[in-house]
């Protein structure tokens, strides 16, 4: 199984800050690396697919990148409505897999 | 609109059987791989099952392969997660989930709300 690394798992920051996040496969996945948000109690929203796709209707300061084994979500100015948690998820090979999530909290 | 909503969810004993579904509308159900994803309470998501637009191929997690059945009817697009022999461990939100494309080597894009299944005595 391809296990997904996301780091940090928390981070404080403020709005209008530069938030960066990392995910990390254990074997090369291209890139077919997809990232979601999930606010509570909320179904996870799809944000970036195959890498650095932005999906329709996801405001352009959110970002992805990268491609092997190593992908970054950043979001250049982290809005009001960006506290969240995070998560990306391969789909090179079964069983899909998802990184353990990373939270977003106001600082 | 596209939209699924997903239904069945409830409390059954250890051992146990049911059945969740979701409602799909907006799309053209029979051209879209199909997922199931689930939640367990304060923890990450956990892909359990796939089915190809036609319904002639599945995928299973290990943790559910032999116990869960994931179907499909075109015809009422609508898909479905039969659960047996159920675990406190899959206690969890299950969420049915629209692949991107056809494959299920695709994000998801689509999700619906959640039917909580509790596995408890």
């Known amino acids: 199984d391809i296990q997904m690394t996301q780091s940090p798992s928390s981070l404080s920051a403020s709005v209008g800050d530069r938030v960066t996040i990392t995910c990390r496969a254990s074997q090369t996945i291209s890139n077919y690396l997809n990232w979601y948000q999930q606010k509570p109690g909320k179904a996870p929203k799809l944000l970036i697919y195959?890498?650095?796709g932005l999906q329709s209707g996801v405001p352009s300061r959110f970002s992805g990148s990268g491609s092997g084994t190593d992908f970054t979500l950043t979001i250049s100015s982290l809005q009001p409505e960006d506290f969240a948690t995070y998560y990306c998820?391969?789909?090179?090979?079964?069983?899909?897999?998802f990184g353990g999530g990373s939270k977003v909290e106001l600082k | 609109e596209v939209q699924l909503l997903e239904s069945g969810g409830g409390l059954v004993q250890p051992g146990g059987s049911l059945r969740v579904s979701c409602a799909a509308s907006g799309f053209i159900f029979s051209s879209y791989a199909m997922s199931w994803v689930r939640q367990a309470p304060g923890k990450g998501l956990e892909w359990v099952s796939t089915i190809s637009g036609s319904g002639d191929t599945t995928y299973y997690a290990d943790s559910v392969k032999g116990r869960f059945t994931i179907s499909r009817d075109n015809s009422k697009n609508t898909l479905s997660l039969q659960m047996n022999s159920l675990r406190a461990e899959d206690t969890a939100v299950y969420y049915c989930?629209?692949?991107?494309?056809?494959?299920?080597?695709?994000?998801?894009?689509?999700w619906g709300q959640g039917t909580m299944v509790t596995v408890s005595s």
């Open positions: 195959s890498a650095s």
């Open positions: 998820h391969q789909s090179y090979s079964l069983p899909l897999t």
């Open positions: 989930a629209k692949t991107f494309s056809g494959s299920y080597r695709s994000a998801f894009d689509i």
